[in-house]
């Protein structure tokens, strides 16, 4: 069986991709005017906040990596 990837998942990727190179190159000098505003508790807040997703986050790549170890679904494609 010959495996290939979608040509139409191959392409929406490539589109995510520049367009996120692109948005990086466009907003770097465009500032953060409402961070910029938020008083120091306020960003006490936010940085409690944003360790928890970035925890949450970090624990679905590796529960998704486990997973995808466990049931290798693109084991067919080598």
Known sequence: ????MSSWLANSM?????????YIVA???VGT?????L?????EIKK???NIRRTIFYQGIIGSAILI???KPF???D
Not at 33 to 37: G, I, T
Not at 39 to 43: G, Y
């Open 48 to 50: 409690k906040s944003a």
């Open 1 to 4: 069986m010959l495996c290939k």
């Open 39 to 43: 008083s120091v508790t306020q960003r």
């Open 75 to 77: 084991e067919r494609c």
């Open 33 to 37: 005017p409402f961070n910029d505003s």
């Open 14 to 22: 490539a589109i995510y991709c520049l367009a996120c190179v692109y």
């Open 27 to 29: 907003t770097r000098k």
């Open 69 to 71: 170890l466990i049931m």
